[in-house]
């Protein structure tokens, strides 16, 4: 993407807002119409009082203008601020939606600190940008048009004067911007770097130190922060090299204008007037490439972090939704899988030929090795992914058809790890039901296990949690998480490792409730703990991706086969199938 077509998109997020961004394009015309008035104004009185005639008029039109300036003045610097500010929230809301909507295949290859960063640092940028808009850029340009044909027809020669120090002015940032493009391309990867290396150690504080890693970490943040130096510097050193250049290109400027001025004056064809107003001229264009320049210098410098905040904005989900898709009707909850396979590309993993069903109230076990495909098989129900082959039913209706809202709606979860936000106890319970009562969650908190710890705490229910849910046990964690499933009550559960972190005794309490509210439930389960699928209606026994066992627990024990012997090694009776 070009810096032209960047910097059109930028401004095309004002659009909403586009009658107020039309009036402050409006007052920076007015405004730069009364700043060329006033060095015209100035070269006529000085032109009246050498001819000793009436300067006072002059004088008077002159305090008009900067009057109607500093009105003008004072709109752009109101509403401008306003509306960058109120843009970039704006901006800002619009990524953080369209992010978090997509699916976790996006988010498993994305750094949580990349994504970060990109919002952050876009919106910053945009923000940046629009404000120097209404304030700078669009009266330098209008500067720039409204001076030809104006100096033109004052004096053509001392006209040629100016023109030549916009060529200086334009060739110069060209010159500079073709040498240090790609360089700075580089210097935003080092920043990605940098926040990524950042993030991971921030969340991984703990083994950080466990480890003693911790001039080890810091040592290899300086490193990457040389790395970032070492390409910055280089862009650094060649827009220095503009700066100076520029303020002596200016410099310059004037001293000619006045030596142009004063020989044409000698042969009468410029009055002492027409000096003084194109040294104004002078003055004031300088100011206004100055600004250009600083403006091609900061979206020089923001390019990179704007393409990456647009590529987050115009990532595609992988699991698209139709615009009349039907909302899913569950009403008794029977989920098929039909000849589903899906297999991640960059390591072949992933399942094959999925065939089962799991009738309305049913619980199905999946169980089998790491990388079995337990979890992937569990996130194509949540259409984390779509199948690349066959179709997964819910009532008979094909869930790829259907509103991703509405599917998620009739699922709820427990997972592996417990999934807390740096909120309230009850905030985080209120995900699963949004209008529950503190009743209700104090009900729901007794099924789970989870009142007891929960009445030591100070504040109750409405104790803060730290993040991840930090301040808190494995096992209260998991409770939680139990606890906020159930106040969803949909009509088909998902329980992915749901007691790995309970001891045995609040395990045994937990699976009471867990049978309460499986009843009438379509539940699955992933579980490497046997014991949790001891009464399961079906166990599915994955290896590599397929199914390579079916039955309830004791058929599969009876069989002597793969599932016979992870019993054994989890300390069942299994007995001896004669050979």
Do not use: C
């Not at 940046?128 to 004052?154: C, D, K, N």
């Not at 417990?418 to 007794?446: V, W, Y």
């Amino acid at each position: 993407m070009s810096l032209f077509r960047l910097y059109i998109r930028v401004l095309g997020l004002l659009r909403s807002d586009k009658w107020l961004a039309v009036s402050l394009v409006l007052a920076n015309i007015a405004l730069v119409g009364f700043q060329f008035a006033e060095p015209i104004l100035y070269g006529w009185i000085i032109n009246a009082l050498t001819n000793n005639t009436m300067a006072m008029p002059y004088v008077v039109k002159w305090a008009i203008v900067g009057f109607l300036g500093v009105l003008s003045g004072i709109w752009i610097a109101l509403q401008a601020d306003r509306l960058a500010h109120r843009r970039r929230l704006a901006a800002m809301a619009e990524y953080f939606e369209h992010v978090i909507a997509l699916p976790a295949s996006f988010h498993g290859a994305s750094h949580s600190g990349r994504l970060m960063k990109a919002m952050l640092s876009g919106t910053d940028h945009l923000f940046s940008l629009w404000l120097t808009f209404f304030r700078e850029h669009i009266g330098a340009i209008f500067s720039l048009i409204i001076l030809v044909p104006l100096s033109l027809t004052m004096n053509w020669r001392l006209a040629i004067l100016l023109f030549a120090l916009v060529i200086i002015y334009g060739s110069l940032n060209a010159f500079v911007v073709r040498k240090t493009y790609n360089g700075q391309d580089e210097v935003e990867r080092h920043h990605v770097a940098l926040a990524a290396r950042a993030g991971d150690v921030f969340g991984n504080v703990a083994v950080v130190q466990a480890f003693t890693r911790l001039s080890a970490e810091v040592s290899g943040l300086k490193s990457t922060m040389e790395q970032l130096l070492k390409a910055q510097y280089p862009v650094l050193s060649w827009w220095a090299v503009l700066t100076i250049l520029t303020k002596a290109s200016s410099t310059l400027a004037i001293v000619s204008i006045f030596a142009l001025g004063v020989m044409l004056h000698d042969k009468g064809q410029a009055s002492v007037g027409d000096i003084i107003t194109f040294v104004g001229f002078s003055t004031m264009l300088i100011g206004k490439l100055e600004q250009l320049t600083g403006f091609v210098s900061r979206i020089f410098f923001q390019t990179a972090g704007l393409k990456e905040f647009f590529a987050m904005l115009d990532a595609q989900t992988t699991v698209p939704e139709a615009s009349d898709a039907p909302e899913l009707q569950v009403k008794k909850g029977t989920v098929s899988f039909e000849n589903v396979s899906f297999l991640y590309g960059n390591t072949g993993g992933g399942v094959k030929n999925l065939n089962f069903t799991a009738h309305a109230g049913q619980t199905v076990a999946l169980v089998g090795t790491t990388g079995a495909g337990k979890t992937t098989a569990l996130a194509l129900l949540q259409r984390a992914n779509d199948p690349t082959a066959g179709r997964i039913l819910i009532d008979g209706q094909d869930i790829k058809t259907t509103t991703l809202t509405s599917l998620r709606r009739a699922i709820a979860i427990v997972f592996q790890d417990a999934g807390l936000f740096s909120r309230s106890i009850a905030e985080n319970l209120r995900m699963g039901k949004p209008d529950a009562s503190d009743e209700e969650l104090n009900a729901t908190l007794k099924k789970a296990q989870a009142a007891e710890f929960i009445a030591r705490k100070e504040y109750g229910i409405n104790t803060q949690l730290s993040e991840r849910g930090s301040n808190l046990s494995g096992g209260e964690r998991q409770r939680l998480s139990i606890a906020r499933a159930m106040l969803k009550d949909a009509p088909i559960l998902i329980l992915d490792e749901a007691t790995s972190a309970l001891d045995v005794s609040t395990e045994a309490k937990v699976q009471k409730a867990f049978n309460a509210l499986a009843k009438g439930r379509t539940t699955f389960i992933i579980a490497h703990r046997l014991s949790t699928i001891r009464n399961a209606d079906l166990i599915l026994v994955l290896d590599q991706g397929e199914i390579v066992e079916r039955g309830t627990f004791d058929e599969l024990v009876r069989q002597g086969g793969v599932f016979a012997n992870m019993a054994s090694a989890g300390g069942f009776t299994v007995p001896k199938v004669d050979g």
